[in-house]
Every structure is written in structure tokens, then in C-alpha cells.
């Protein structure tokens, strides 16, 4: 067994480790918010897509007749809300920004399971007609999400482990 003598070239190789975990630590950091960045842009994208879809689907409704559209509203966006549970509401409303249609009373709605409210207007020949609102769950990009931070939390750990062995055997072998 190699016994340590802590001259100023093991203390040099210390400090390199300490300062190399540091570095890395740091820009492990930031590139996993910089990922989950990117993954929360793209799930507002997806939401702004869905919900301007449904505008546009919705854009020829007569939205001065509230009770006819509330029905003919809950019958075509009621399987799609019960089939996917992604979307933790929907809601429409008319120009004046009052609701025709809510999913959150026929659904136990808890503000804590929407992740991402986004909303697009409903309009016919340019003119805007109401909006529609859509509140996401963020249950579809949970698992991407923790999937690719322990991805990418795996392989820092593993380049921070090869840089301390390297130096480690370094050290050892002066």
C-alpha cells in the first residue's frame, strides 16, 4: 500500500478534482433546466395546438344562443377530455369572456393537477367570437421529463466519476 505524501503536486491534483467536480456539478446544472426547458416549451406548444383546434373546429358555433352551445359543446369535448388525461379541463366562453362551456363541473377539477393553461380565440370572418381555454396535466410529459433529467444526470455522474478515477490513479502512481 502507497503511503500518501501531501506535497504541492497531490495537493495540486485535489484541487483539481474539487474544482472539476464543481464545474461539472454546475453545468449539470443548467443543462438539465436548459432540457427542461425545452420540454415545457414543447408541452405549450402542444396545448396552444390543441386548444387553437378546437377554436378553429368551433368557429362557425352561434355563441348568442349560450345554452344550445353549452350542450352541443359538452357532448363533442366531453369524450375527448374523459379519453385523455393529459387535459385537466376545457373551457369556452363568449366574447365578453363569459363561460358557455366548463368542463370543470362535470370533472372534479384541482387546480394543482393543471400544469399549463393556455387559450385562443374562436374567430369567424376575423372577428372574435369568444375563446377557448384548455388546462393541461403534464401527465404525458412526467415521465419524459424524469426519464431524460436521470439520463442526463447519469452521464454527468459517470464523467465525474471517470475525471476522480483518472486523478485518483494519478495520484497514486506519481
Known sequence: MHKFKFNKQVKFIVFELLLGSVIIAVIAFFAINNMQNKID??????????????????????????????TILSQKLEPFIINNDDISYIEYKDKNNAIIYTSKKNHLVDDDDTVISVNSPVTDNDEIKGYVTIGMTGNGI?????????????????????????LILNMLFM
Open 41 to 70: 416549451k414543447s408541452y405549450a406548444s402542444t396545448a396552444q395546438l390543441i386548444s387553437t383546434a378546437i377554436a378553429v373546429n368551433t368557429s362557425s358555433f352561434d355563441t348568442t344562443n349560450t345554452d344550445m352551445q353549452g
Open 142 to 166: 412526467k415521465p419524459i421529463s424524469s426519464a431524460s433529467k436521470k439520463s442526463l444526470l447519469g452521464i454527468f455522474i459517470l464523467t465525474w466519476l471517470t475525471f476522480a478515477v483518472i
